[in-house]
């Protein structure tokens, strides 16, 4: 007792010196610092919790001293798969249920003397959409939806996304899975959604800047690179290009469907050869926020004409259809019946998530007469949540008619990026490049 008295002491004797050696106008380490203490942490932290219906609980914390107000908002109410419906809160989650968008989760954080915005939830496994809304007179936001400042995931520059723009922004937390959560899917989720342990194995993402069809500059593709990726590799990598839903952006399946981590994952594993993907922004007609700056034929056009001859001149990736897949959510797999029916070989692989294309049945012979006896696959699903897969199943009806491989499936979700997450982990490893190149993909152990 004496020693821990006699350190207390000191301590303060060599503060109080410190204080008077610095003199007035020096900065003097907070209490917390002086102490010892480590600052608190930024962001999203996740930790084992017993006490947690799913085993962890996840606390966010936002600086911001000059916020009156900040909430945590998110894709993280639950549905149940028996109901289908009704919204539950994230602490009321039990087998069953799951996180899902069409709600908008909302919950006010709570200020310490620092400025030190937190709030505490239970979460279950995967990766998980959130974002703050903050209320800060000093840059004059009010509900201001805005990116975890703490993130480290790489974003297009400055405000060009259109995310960003629209104020409809979304990060993402990465929750491991707890044998208490008794669920395969989301386990599942685990094992492809977080991120790889080692960082070696994990590829890269950035945002190249690019002029559209139309000629306007100031937009961005997101270029995923596996890891080791070489550049003057003999065969050229395989390539999927992915599109967004209505008022998304190039960002939507690098964050909140994760396809990053679940590539990283998914290639370790040996389920898939290493593969390079783009994703576009789609909003490029003028500068509206409406449903007018997505016209899909601009999209396709732009995708094709524009964007595949960019990728092909800066990265070392297939120009044959053979090696290029497309794949859109929602507006952006609808965009996928306007890129097949257009553009008809210069794909083989299309993966329509919660959006389907939309052709006649002359469009499906004219397709198959293009495409000949040459593969083609195609792929369709959505959630649980948003309705049967009559539709899906006809659209796939049609394809195998034709000679060609068409699937469809449900996951359990709603109409989000998680669900679009879901659905490419299973197109990439059951679908994509019809088996696995075993020339440039680790074996499985």
Not at 51 to 59: D, M, R
Not at 153 to 160: A, D, Q
Not at 317 to 336: K, L
Not at 360 to 385: E, R
Request: charged content about 20%; overall charge positive.
């Amino acid at each position: 007792m004496r020693e821990t008295t006699g350190r207390r002491r000191l301590r303060l004797a060599i503060s109080i010196l410190a204080f008077t050696a610095l003199g007035a106008g020096a900065v003097v380490p907070t209490p917390a610092a002086a102490a010892g203490r480590p600052p608190i942490a930024q962001g999203a932290t996740v930790k084992a919790d017993r006490h947690s219906p799913t085993g962890y609980t996840v606390t966010f914390t936002y600086r911001n001293p000059h916020a009156t107000q900040v909430r945590l908002a998110g894709d993280l109410t639950l549905l149940d798969v028996d109901t289908g419906t009704t919204r539950y809160q994230p602490e009321e989650w039990q087998p069953g249920r799951y996180h899902a968008g069409g709600t908008e989760f909302l919950r006010d954080m709570t200020r310490d003397r620092k400025g030190n915005w937190s709030v505490a939830l239970p979460l279950h496994a995967g990766g998980l959409s959130y974002w703050y809304r903050v209320w800060d007179p000093t840059r004059g936001w009010e509900n201001k939806r805005i990116w975890d400042p703490a993130s480290t995931k790489p974003r297009p520059p400055g405000e060009s996304s259109f995310r960003v723009r629209n104020n409809d922004v979304l990060d993402a937390v990465h929750v491991p899975y707890a044998k208490k959560q008794n669920d395969p899917v989301l386990k599942e989720r685990a094992d492809y959604e977080l991120p790889m342990a080692a960082r070696a194995k994990r590829g890269t993402v950035r945002y190249v800047p690019y002029t559209t069809i139309l000629g306007d500059s100031g937009h961005h593709l997101g270029v995923y690179l596996p890891a080791n990726y070489d550049a003057k590799r003999a065969k050229p990598y395989k390539v999927a290009y992915l599109a967004h839903g209505i008022f998304g952006d190039e960002t939507d399946f690098m964050i909140p469907a994760n396809v990053p981590n679940i590539l990283d994952n998914m290639t370790a594993k040996g389920e898939i050869e290493p593969t390079v993907v783009v994703t576009m922004g789609n909003h490029f007609t003028g500068t509206s926020l409406g449903f007018a700056s997505y016209n899909q034929t601009n999209a396709a056009n732009n995708l094709v004409q524009t964007i595949l001859p960019l990728i092909e001149r800066s990265y070392n990736v297939s120009t044959e259809r053979s090696g290029r897949a497309y794949a859109g959510f929602s507006y952006g797999g609808m965009t996928g019946g306007v890129v097949i029916r257009n553009y008809p070989t210069t794909f083989a692989f299309y993966g329509h998530f919660s959006g389907n294309p939309s052709l006649t049945t002359q469009d499906y012979d004219t397709i198959a007469n293009a495409v000949g006896d040459d593969d083609l696959s195609v792929f369709l699903g959505n959630g649980v949540f948003e309705g049967n897969l009559n539709a899906q199943n006809a659209i796939a009806d049609n394809f195998r008619a034709r000679g060609y491989a068409a699937a469809t499936t449900q996951v359990p979700g709603a109409h989000d990026g998680m669900t679009a997450g879901q659905l490419f982990t299973i197109f990439a490893r059951d679908h994509l490049w019809s088996g696995v190149d075993s020339a440039s993909v680790t074996p499985r152990r």
